[in-house]
Structures are given as structure tokens and as C-alpha cells.
């Protein structure tokens, strides 16, 4: 190794050798929580998301409108006579 890398490594040693680690529960205990914390953040983005979807959807759809129970619809327009079925013609042996 070079001079430089030996001391900047003797330097790092120096500096992390007085620090203690967390136990590994209290290691575990933070990672469960911020999971927790990620995915009900999750949760509420997705939450928000379709609320603000459906909410626009009703903004932008025409809305349609229900027939009032005093008046009575028009009857179906009625088209033209139904042409007759032609009949088959049979073949003699």
C-alpha cells in the first residue's frame, strides 16, 4: 500500500475505534420501523393517488342526468316495415 492510503486508513481507525455500535436489537428495532414508516407511506401515496383519480374522473365526465318521475319518456322511434323472409326454394330430385 501506498503511504497515503496506510495513513488515511490509520486515520479512519482512529476516528471509528472510540464510536460504540448499537446493540443488534436496537439495529433491528430501527430497520423494522422505518420498513413500517416506508410502506404506510406506500400505502397513503397509493391512497391519495386513486382518490385524486376518481375525483378528476368526476370532474371531466359528463354526468348524466336520471329522468324526472313526473314526466314520461318518448317512445322508440319505429323504423320502416321489416322485410318478409323470402321463402326457400327446394330442389326436385
Excluded: F, I
Excluded at 430501527?30 to 410502506?39: E, F, G, L, S, V
Excluded at 354526468?63 to 322485410?83: I, K, N, T
Aim: hydrophobic share 35%; aromatic share 2%; net charge positive.
Amino acid at each position: 500500500m501506498s503511504r497515503e492510503l496506510s495513513r488515511l486508513y490509520r486515520a479512519l481507525v482512529e476516528e471509528t475505534d472510540g464510536r460504540a455500535l448499537m446493540a443488534p436489537e436496537q439495529l433491528r428495532r430501527r430497520a423494522d420501523r422505518r420498513a413500517r414508516n416506508r410502506a404506510a407511506v406506500g400505502a397513503l401515496a397509493v391512497a391519495a393517488l386513486v382518490a385524486g383519480t376518481a375525483a378528476g374522473a368526476q370532474l371531466v365526465a359528463p354526468r348524466v342526468r336520471a329522468p324526472r318521475p313526473g314526466r314520461r319518456r318518448a317512445p322508440p322511434r319505429r323504423r320502416g316495415p321489416r322485410p318478409t323472409p323470402r321463402p326457400r326454394c327446394r330442389r326436385r330430385p
